[in-house]
């Protein structure tokens, strides 16, 4: 932009609706949140960001938090309701299963917590990414948002356009122009400006998805890092394996040079997002509100490269793609704790609420986790048992980011059941796939057939269940079940 960045977002927030000018009362009761959600941001990236660190320090990582969808559109649309695919209707990222048209007709806007939160007094934030197919200069700011900040396609971070609560901007490929350093200023803007009210803001940067470009300053970083070489990089299926695993061929050199310098990429673009949640813990001290604000970090899916031999992507039930970072810190969270319950992102509206006091407008197939921010006593808690994964089959639309080649690995539709030592897969080819998640914890072996008719007809049993769950306390039912002594 041609304006200076830094004199230009702070007096484009007093002139729009973003701060009314009025002062108000702090109210010391409702605490303030931050959500910073990431795109295709994978657990094995944690290590590499210094702020992001010291946060698990002062707060709780969620070693199991998993994903409703291993997919953008469908997964954001779970932590905006609370909601399972099936029940909130969006299951892919393009009509006529989903994105944010699909998001629309299903009244799941309406549905979203930050509607319950704006009601309870909260000035609420959405920034940067919000659902696939909403476009700045065609669709409005959504209801429940006292600040509306959205990007249309910033995946190159450059040249994109925002929706500024209804005024259209837009940015080029000037330094200051870089997506993720804008929605920084941005924040730092609303949380000075905001500092006396009890706010909620979602900061949803576009990296460190495709094509992975980083602020020009980390451009020559982590120059010598290559994929993570674990037991399943490049690893071809046996005999035991899915139809469509068995199809992929191992990669040959050429493809491991291409993924080694996709992962170099994705490092250097996470040190942007890094930084910003320094910046925002930095500007919570100087505001005096740090000790009244919870900060929440998270991702809306996993992401493979070289996994099994597929090259790059998501969209598939292995934990790489599926369970994915959640670190919480803020008032009453135990400090470097280790949470093991099975948590999912339909958790994330009904938290969100409880902590604001307020309730959400429809039922949610999650629960609040906020007993889980101690770790003491969580062991007798009655929680859930597994997590539900929905994926239903894709088209290969060329309009699609998250459209997956042959060798990306492209999945038939299918329902998962992830319990703490098991992973249990249905596929609508009727191919059926099961991992033992404490002897095999990079699922390479499928075990289904040597299980009992017995057991095996639990399982179809339970995953049946969960495939039709919703309702009042329908879903949270069904995921109580338990195979009894397996």
Not at 54 to 71: D, I, P
Not at 291 to 299: D, G, L, V
Not at 318 to 335: E, Q, S, W
Not at 342 to 370: C, H, M, Q, W, Y
Request: charged share 25%.
């Amino acid at each position: 932009m041609r304006n200076n960045l830094k004199w230009f977002l702070p007096t484009l927030l007093f002139l729009t609706n973003a701060w009314d000018g009025k002062t108000q009362d702090p109210n010391k009761e409702k605490p303030n949140i931050i959500f910073i959600l990431t795109d295709d941001y994978a657990s094995n990236l944690v290590d590499f960001m210094p702020n992001l660190k010291a946060m698990q320090k002062e707060g709780v990582t969620f070693g199991n938090y998993y994903v409703s969808n291993s997919l953008c559109c469908p997964s954001r649309s779970s932590i905006f309701t609370g909601m399972l695919p099936h029940n909130s209707g969006v299951r892919t990222n393009t009509k006529p299963d989903g994105g944010y048209e699909v998001y629309m007709e299903k009244g799941d806007a309406q549905r979203s917590f930050c509607i319950a939160l704006q009601q309870n007094g909260y000035k609420t934030a959405m920034m940067g990414k919000f659902l696939n197919g909403y476009l700045p200069r065609k669709h409005e700011a959504l209801p429940g948002w006292s600040d509306w900040f959205v990007a249309g396609a910033g995946y190159r971070n450059f040249d994109y356009d925002i929706n500024c609560n209804g005024r259209l901007l837009h940015f080029g490929h000037a330094t200051e122009d870089y997506l993720t350093d804008v929605l920084s200023a941005r924040t730092d803007s609303l949380l000075r400006a905001w500092k006396a009210h009890p706010f909620f803001i979602e900061i949803a940067t576009f990296t460190p998805h495709a094509p992975f470009i980083p602020a020009p300053r980390h451009e020559n970083l982590f120059n010598d890092e290559k994929a993570p070489r674990t037991p399943r990089f490049n690893k071809q299926a046996d005999s035991t394996a899915p139809d469509w695993l068995r199809k992929l061929e191992s990669l040959d050199a050429k493809k491991i040079d291409r993924i080694d310098n996709i992962f170099r990429n994705r490092l250097r673009c996470i040190l942007s997002i890094d930084e910003m949640l320094g910046n925002i813990r930095k500007v919570l001290n100087e505001t005096g509100v740090s000790n009244h604000t919870y900060i929440f970090f998270s991702s809306d899916n996993g992401y493979h490269l070289g996994d099994y031999s597929m090259l790059q992507g998501k969209q598939t039930p292995f934990d790489i793609d599926i369970r994915v970072p959640l670190i919480a810190c803020g008032p009453g969270v135990a400090k470097g704790s280790w949470q093991q319950a099975i948590v999912s992102n339909i958790d994330l509206a009904p938290t969100f609420a409880a902590l604001a006091g307020a309730k959400l407008t429809s039922e949610p197939d999650g629960r609040d986790i906020r007993y889980l921010f101690r770790k003491e006593n969580t062991e007798k808690i009655n929680w859930r048992n597994f997590a539900i994964i929905e994926h239903r089959r894709v088209s290969n639309d060329p309009d699609d980011p998250d459209r997956q080649e042959e060798q990306d690995g492209r999945l038939p539709s299918y329902t998962a059941l992830r319990f703490h030592n098991m992973l249990y897969v249905e596929y609508e080819t009727g191919e059926i796939s099961c991992y033992d998640a404490e002897k095999d914890p990079y699922e390479l072996k499928n075990i289904f057939a040597t299980f009992s008719p017995e057991l095996q007809k639990k399982l179809h049993a339970i995953l049946l269940a969960a495939k039709n769950c919703g309702g009042k306390n329908g879903c949270w039912d069904v995921q109580l079940m338990n195979l009894g002594n397996k």
